[in-house]
């Protein structure tokens, strides 16, 4: 056989035994999920129908893992005295959340507050408005929820922070930051390479920009406004409204845009760059 006929024949051989390479054999770093895509159950399982809804936006709050998740409240719901297994840190999304011992005043907490429940401690929890959402995050599981009788001591204390008494900081004083009207506020941990930490970003109305992060874990909840999602992994643009989740492993660039001020919480445990757009 000359030596032209048999580089040929060889090449089919070579491809007629090769695997087949499909979209889904594709390795990703990222993922999208938009809040219309959800999956929702009963949050509190023995209650029935008086259980607040929730759906899992990432890892599963019924198995000892980090969870996120997305919990909705009926106006005027009012929970029993209760504990909880494990900590848990919420933000509210929309409505009038209000979290505390039962024998304390009211403060209803609106859109873009947060609060940690420790585990072991008795409270209880009610919502004031017609709709009310919260993004709830473990770092553990399963969340439980048992009666204020086993109530327990382990050391930690509760915080409420209302939305007037967030403390952002500006593009001038971060250097992470770097567009013009972009404000951040810590809300756990830190921001730091290797340690994991909870902000929220606000981007201004306009916003036309990056997140680029390069560690092993980026999740972020869009909590108000509308923002516009790109990325390289995505084959067209995607809106995210509120309780929308996007994140990423190793080093990425989320691309968004947004008309109207929006607010991201990000957990993550690497610092993450904000910066404008590179217009070809």
């Not at 993922?31 to 259980?51: F, H, I, M, Q």
């Not at 873009?112 to 420790?118: A, D, E, I, M, R």
């Not at 109305?205 to 509308?226: L, P, Q, W, Y």
């Not at 957990?267 to 757009?277: A, H, L």
């Amino acid at each position: 056989m000359p030596l032209r006929s048999k580089l040929i024949f060889l090449t089919l051989l070579s491809n007629l035994f090769s695997p087949v390479i499909t979209a889904g054999d594709v390795k990703t770093s990222s993922t999208v999920k938009p809040a219309s895509n959800l999956k929702w159950g009963a949050l509190n399982p023995l209650r029935g129908d008086k259980s607040p809804r929730a759906a899992n936006i990432w890892g599963d709050r019924t198995l000892n893992e980090p969870t996120g998740m997305l919990v909705k409240f009926e106006e005027g719901f009012s929970s029993p005295p209760h504990i909880h297994n494990i900590l848990y840190r919420g933000v509210v999304i929309e409505g009038l959340m209000h979290n505390d011992t039962p024998e304390s005043s009211e403060m209803w907490m609106p859109t873009s507050s947060f609060w940690t429940q420790p585990a072991g401690a008795n409270h209880i929890t009610a919502a004031a408005s017609k709709k009310n959402l919260i993004y709830l995050e473990i770092d553990s599981g399963p969340y439980l929820v048992k009666p204020s009788h086993d109530k327990f001591e382990n050391g930690e204390k509760p915080i409420n922070l209302h939305r007037s008494n967030l403390v952002w900081l500006s593009d001038e004083s971060l250097a992470p930051v770097n567009f013009q009207g972009a404000e951040l506020a810590t809300l756990w941990g830190r921001i730091s390479h290797g340690v994991l930490g909870g902000s929220l970003l606000k981007l201004p109305a306009g916003f036309d920009g990056n997140i680029t992060i390069d560690t092993d874990e980026f999740k972020a909840i869009v909590i108000s406004g509308r923002v516009i999602y790109k990325s390289l992994e995505l084959a067209q643009p995607m809106p995210l409204m509120p309780g929308s989740y996007f994140s990423s492993t190793e080093k990425f660039t989320h691309k968004l845009t947004s008309e109207e001020e929006a607010i991201i919480y990000i957990r993550s445990n690497g610092v993450y760059e904000v910066s404008p757009s590179v217009r070809p």
